[in-house]
């Protein structure tokens, strides 16, 4: 299979706007940002959707995901007045990039419920 936009952005072949990264984890901004700060948090490892996680196995890369999501947070200095984090699954959530995304949005009021 084709290898997505985001595991070229992990192995360096197409450029993106890095804010942090691990052994298991990037992050970078979304190229089309729906807040004033928009990151994208992703695994390292390829794993398409939601689905395909379980709590056993993935339970300690979720804890970076938000471990680096926090950390971001304070960073870019939305923390304190809160932010949203989002997965979108599947066709009905709303996925666009079968490689598990994590959105971290913050900078302004969210709405509720979302689109
Ligand atoms: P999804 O709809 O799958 O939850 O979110 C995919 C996100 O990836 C979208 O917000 C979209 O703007 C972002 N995106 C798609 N292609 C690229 C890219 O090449 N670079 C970056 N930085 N973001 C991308």
Redesign the pocket.
């Known amino acids: 299979m084709a290898d997505t936009?985001f595991k070229k952005?992990i192995n360096k072949e197409?450029p993106?706007?890095i804010v942090f990264e691990s052994e298991t984890v990037l992050a970078?901004?979304?190229?089309?940002p729906?807040a004033p700060t928009?990151i994208?948090i992703i695994p390292k490892l390829e794993i398409p959707t939601v689905r395909e996680l379980n709590g056993k196995e993935h339970g300690p890369l979720l804890g970076e995901m938000i471990d680096a999501a926090n950390l971001i947070a304070k960073n870019e200095e939305i923390s304190a007045d809160g932010f949203r984090l989002v997965f979108?699954c599947g066709n009905n959530g709303?996925?666009?990039?079968y490689h598990l995304?994590m959105?971290l949005l913050g900078g302004r009021q969210m709405t509720w419920p979302a689109g």
Do not use: C, T
Request: aromatic share 4%.
């Open positions: 936009i952005i197409i993106a706007d970078f901004r979304d190229i089309n729906k928009h994208l979108n709303g996925q666009e990039v995304h959105h």
